[in-house]
């Protein structure tokens, strides 16, 4: 039996009436539509032919389905995941939860990552996904030649055997120096010719050959006009100043490419004046940051017997003041550098909130699980809630902030095109013939 509170009609057209939209959602104001304390609109959505046809002021449709001043947001979009490596901590777990073991226990696992292995694992975490309400997602692909043209042949499978349902981009990842040989070209190759995004990692102090490698790799991206997506300075040494490296290489090469960095936790611990002449660059060069708040409170600040000290969490607020966009996503799920999450932006949120102080006001701060990151990933027709958009939307029994924050919500109504689906998770025992 489900466990949803509301099954909306087949029926082409309906109303679905007294609903909470949040501001953020809203491509543009509505005129007579006045927004309460909280930051929400009272609406009343038409749905017609698999589309939202009107907005309307609560109380304008004659008859529908009474939401009871329930909230609905947009379909979301997850900016930064690992689909390549998910769900394989029962066959590879990390024994003491540090990042170098999460790196050892990665290695050791891509043994068994032939495409059987990678596609059950990849499509078992979009199905998650697509059960919570995600639209788009973008997974970084282990890139380590030549076993990522594996991974990438299983992501161009199912980027078009799931179009429809959630809309897949791909970045590459690996160390940054990996681009400097014959490798790094045949890999930034692979990438073009998959219409992915070229992505690498860096974090430390550099050396006297990083510009070098920062040009070669940015020379690789101008060559074959792409898009960049880089994991920066995940740790906590203060001395790791990489985000500041990408923005001057950025600015200096006029690099007019979208960048977006992930993690950047070193710049939380970092003097106030050198971490707002970082942000300044990084809105200058326009690069967008996508925080994993749940991944990096797992894996920052660990170590034997000793309570964490910080939150792992990036500059959000900063970052978002001086205009530069801040997403958050899911990053990894059951693997070795997070052993918890299902690809539940929701949930991601709501910790997001907890740990990053998004409240009070919440603002705009929906955006960034919705909006933010569709516009970053430069498919902008999802994450916002618009005449003409398509009906991909999430219906919540919560009315305010406080009461969608306080629990899962796994009562909530996925729509796809104007129609309920079927929003149960699979279940794990589906995984047992790879991971036995």
Not at 121 to 137: D, K, N, S
Not at 318 to 343: I, T
Not at 381 to 398: M, P, S
Request: one cysteine or more; proline letters at 6%; aromatic letters at 8%.
């Amino acid at each position: 039996m489900s466990n949803r509170w509301l099954d909306p009609p087949a029926a082409p057209e309906f109303w679905l009436c007294d609903a909470r939209v949040a501001v953020g959602f809203l491509a543009a104001p509505l005129p007579r539509v006045p927004i309460d304390a909280e930051g929400f609109a009272r609406l009343d959505l038409r749905i017609s032919g698999g589309e939202i046809a009107e907005l309307a002021p609560a109380g304008s449709a004659e008859d529908g389905i009474d939401l009871d001043g329930g909230q609905v947001w947009p379909g979301l979009v997850d900016a930064h995941v690992h689909l390549d490596k998910t769900q394989i901590w029962p066959r590879s777990a990390n024994p003491d939860g540090t990042h170098a073991g999460a790196r050892t226990a990665s290695a050791a696992d891509r043994t068994h990552w032939d495409e059987a292995d990678i596609r059950g694992r990849f499509e078992f975490g979009l199905a998650c996904a697509y059960a919570h309400g995600t639209v788009a997602m973008r997974t970084h692909i282990d890139s380590y030649w030549p076993q990522a043209q594996i991974g990438w042949r299983v992501f161009r499978a199912l980027r078009d055997a799931w179009a429809g349902r959630i809309e897949l981009q791909a970045s590459s990842i690996c160390p940054l120096g990996q681009f400097t040989g014959p490798d790094g070209a045949a890999l930034a190759d692979e990438v073009a010719n998959s219409g992915g995004v070229l992505g690498m990692s860096a974090a430390g102090i550099g050396d006297p050959d990083t510009e070098e490698q920062f040009d070669r790799f940015f020379t690789l991206a101008e060559e074959r006009d792409l898009a960049l997506d880089l994991h920066i300075d995940e740790t906590g040494d203060t001395r790791a100043r990489m985000l500041r490296t990408v923005a001057t290489t950025a600015l200096r090469r006029n690099f007019r490419g979208p960048i977006q960095c992930g993690h950047c936790c070193a710049l939380a611990l970092q003097p106030e004046e050198f971490t707002a002449e970082t942000i300044r660059l990084c809105a200058e060069a326009g690069i967008a940051i996508v925080s994993l708040p749940m991944c990096n409170m797992y894996l920052q600040g660990r170590a034997p017997g000793q309570t964490p000290r910080w939150r792992g969490v990036t500059l959000a607020h900063e970052f978002a003041a001086a205009g530069v966009p801040v997403s958050f996503a899911s990053d990894n799920c059951r693997d070795p550098f997070y052993a918890y999450g299902d690809y539940d932006l929701i949930e991601v949120y709501r910790e997001a909130v907890r740990i990053a102080h998004l409240d009070h006001p919440f603002g705009l701060w929906p955006r960034s699980v919705s909006a933010t990151p569709a516009g970053v990933l430069g498919c902008a027709h999802h994450g916002t809630i618009r005449a003409g958009a398509a009906a991909d939307l999430i219906l919540f029994r919560a009315r305010g902030m406080t009461e969608l924050l306080a629990r899962p919500q796994s009562d909530r109504v996925i729509l796809r095109a104007g129609r309920a689906i079927d929003a149960a998770p699979p279940d794990y025992r589906q995984l047992d013939p790879l991971l036995a």
